[in-house]
């Protein structure tokens, strides 16, 4: 059979599931519950993973291997291989995947590797893997997916608001103190993922200010014309999500949506009742 022109590998780190299309392989990260480890997406699913900390069992999460990758490209069915990661400020598989495309040019195999560090996560990731996925199916000259993929990468929006810091705390990314008075006070922080960084958006008393305000930022943030790709996603939370997807709705126009579970391997780091969204312009009807 006649390799595709393009194939795509994409970490876990996107919201799952991501739509297994011809061409696509996802890596999976780890999930460790003390000695369990659990291949993210694979092994455990979302409900169960947010079940568990609900019920007050911690996760710690780690990077699959360059070897994973090295059989990935390898195996991949395609001439040209384009390896999607998380920002390489959040996480090693940009680093772990980089070491594999080497030793794929080292052993003489013939495919290109490109790996692109998307810059984004979660849904933000999970929108640019399905730019990426879909143009890979359609069989699209490799050029026209890498330069299709930057745009997306330079184009989605991702925004998000925590129930709890706690989680973040545990990871140090956040005092211990700041995260039982956010707690305490209902305080909520509004967060944007850009160009590898998490941001402080704006900081809100309750849910509801949380929502009112993502709303507002589907208002200002993407032009009145805009026709949208949107992906609400929540951490245990599904409800939520459906809320912040009606909210953006009300301001803007949808043209493609989804409702997704923010995969365990970053709930781990964000805890439940995480729930946000991510956008990007269509670029055709």
């Known amino acids: 059979?006649?390799?595709?022109?393009?194939?795509?590998?994409?970490?876990?780190?996107?919201?799952?599931?991501?739509?297994?299309?011809?061409?696509?392989?996802?890596?999976?990260?780890?999930?460790?519950?003390?000695?369990e480890v659990l291949r993210d997406g694979i092994d455990i699913s979302p409900d169960d993973f947010y079940r568990r900390l609900e019920g007050g069992e911690r996760a710690t999460t780690s990077t699959a291997s360059a070897g994973e990758y090295l059989e990935a490209f390898t195996n991949a069915d395609g001439d040209d291989v384009i390896c999607l990661t998380l920002p390489k400020q959040l996480s090693a598989m940009y680093a772990t995947a980089n070491m594999a495309a080497q030793m794929v040019r080292e052993s003489g195999d013939t495919r290109r590797v490109t790996v692109i560090d998307t810059g984004s996560a979660a849904a933000g990731l999970g929108l640019i893997a399905r730019v990426a996925a879909e143009l890979c199916a359609d069989e699209a000259p490799a050029l026209s997916v890498r330069s299709r993929?930057?745009?997306?990468?330079?184009?989605?929006?991702?925004?998000?608001?925590?129930?709890?810091?706690?989680?973040?705390?545990?990871?140090?990314?956040?005092?211990?103190?700041?995260?039982?008075?956010?707690?305490?006070?209902?305080?909520?922080?509004?967060?944007?993922?850009?160009?590898?960084?998490?941001?402080?958006?704006?900081?809100?008393?309750?849910?509801?200010?949380?929502?009112?305000?993502?709303?507002?930022?589907?208002?200002?943030?993407?032009?009145?014309?805009?026709?949208?790709?949107?992906?609400?996603?929540?951490s245990g939370d599904e409800g939520g999500a459906?809320?912040?997807?009606?909210?953006?709705?009300?301001?803007?126009?949808?043209?493609?949506?989804?409702?997704?579970?923010?995969?365990?391997?970053?709930?781990?780091?964000?805890?439940?009742?995480?729930?946000?969204?991510a956008a990007i312009p269509m670029t055709a009807p």
Do not use: N, Q
């Not at 970490?11 to 999976?28: H, R």
């Not at 211990?176 to 006070?185: D, E, F, P, Y």
């Not at 709705?249 to 365990?264: D, F, H, K, Q, Y």
């Open 1 to 35: 059979m006649t390799p595709r022109p393009c194939a795509l590998v994409v970490d876990s780190g996107a919201v799952l599931p991501l739509p297994l299309l011809p061409g696509t392989t996802v890596i999976p990260l780890r999930i460790a519950f003390g000695d």
């Open 149 to 234: 993929v930057m745009e997306a990468c330079g184009d989605v929006r991702m925004f998000g608001t925590l129930r709890t810091l706690t989680y973040l705390a545990r990871g140090g990314r956040v005092p211990s103190i700041a995260a039982g008075v956010s707690s305490m006070l209902d305080i909520r922080p509004v967060l944007e993922l850009r160009g590898g960084e998490v941001h402080r958006y704006a900081v809100v008393r309750t849910g509801s200010h949380a929502l009112a305000m993502l709303r507002e930022i589907a208002e200002k943030e993407f032009a009145a014309e805009a026709r949208l790709w949107v992906l609400a996603f929540h």
């Open 242 to 277: 459906r809320e912040v997807l009606e909210a953006v709705r009300s301001v803007r126009t949808i043209a493609r949506e989804e409702v997704i579970p923010l995969t365990p391997a970053l709930g781990a780091h964000t805890g439940p009742g995480m729930t946000g969204f």
